[in-house]
């Protein structure tokens, strides 16, 4: 299976916002309505932000959403924050009933 | 509140077997897909498979020949097990929470692993 394909950085102004995309295939991302994205800072764990494309764990800031069109995700972060540096995956339900993920999107607040 | 927390050996010779345990806290293993993910320094996610107590467990089609993963219900823990590493099987290691095998959540913290002589 191949990777999803994410911007290597994105970069914005506290306050701003910036979308991050996530283009894979009919097979996964296309296909099924199973789209999450994953925040990491540096030495951390993974944190789900969202999940089934655009819906937010319990508690989670609503400057995350989501979205899908076609065979491309994307994440909407608005009024970016400086807590928001970090590097950002999506991950996709695929056809073979396994899990993809992105390459990873590092997000900078300038 | 769920918790988990990978536990094994930090150091694996090459064409040995790395093993590691996922010990699961707040949560019933038997409720519940579990997966393991992988992360080699500065670079991405990978995912490695899930499973899942009553059901056949998925592996990554690039790894599948190598893998297996099991689950303890006395000990509310999953395990895995990669054969034949080599030195590009050096990543972090963590395990996972499946929801509706879609996504992942929460995560372990990670434990290193490195194949070295």
């Known amino acids: 299976q191949s990777a999803l394909t994410q911007p290597a950085s994105v970069s914005g102004s506290p306050g701003q916002s910036i979308t991050i995309s996530c283009t894979g295939s009919?097979?996964?991302?296309?296909?099924?309505?199973?789209v999450s994205w994953y925040q990491q800072h540096p030495g951390k764990a993974p944190k789900l932000m969202i999940f089934?494309?655009?819906k937010r764990p319990s508690g989670l800031s609503n400057r995350f959403s989501g979205s899908k069109s076609d065979n491309t995700a994307s994440l909407t972060i608005s009024g970016l924050q400086a807590e928001d540096e970090a590097d950002y995956y999506c991950?996709?339900?695929?056809?073979?009933?396994?899990?993809?993920f992105g390459g990873g999107t590092k997000v900078t607040v300038l | 509140q769920v918790q988990l927390q990978e536990s094994g050996p930090g150091l694996v010779k090459p064409s040995e077997t790395l093993s590691l345990t996922c010990t699961v806290s707040?949560?019933?293993?038997?409720?519940?897909?579990w997966s393991w993910i992988r992360q080699p320094a500065g670079r991405g996610l990978e995912w490695i498979g899930r499973?899942?107590?009553?059901?056949?467990?998925n592996y990554n089609p690039s790894l599948k020949s190598r893998v297996t993963m099991s689950v303890d219900t006395s000990k509310n823990q999953f395990s895995l097990k990669l054969r034949s590493v080599t030195a590009a099987d050096t990543a972090v290691y963590y395990c996972?929470?499946?929801?509706?095998?879609?996504?992942?959540?929460?995560w372990g913290q990670g434990t290193l692993v490195t194949v070295s002589s």
């Open positions: 707040g949560s019933s293993i038997s409720s519940y897909y």
């Open positions: 089934d494309v655009n």
């Open positions: 996972s929470r499946d929801v509706g095998s879609t996504h992942s959540t929460p």
């Open positions: 991950s996709s339900y695929t056809s073979s009933r396994t899990l993809v």
């Open positions: 499973i899942y107590l009553r059901g056949s467990p």
């Open positions: 009919s097979s996964d991302v296309g296909g099924y309505n199973y």
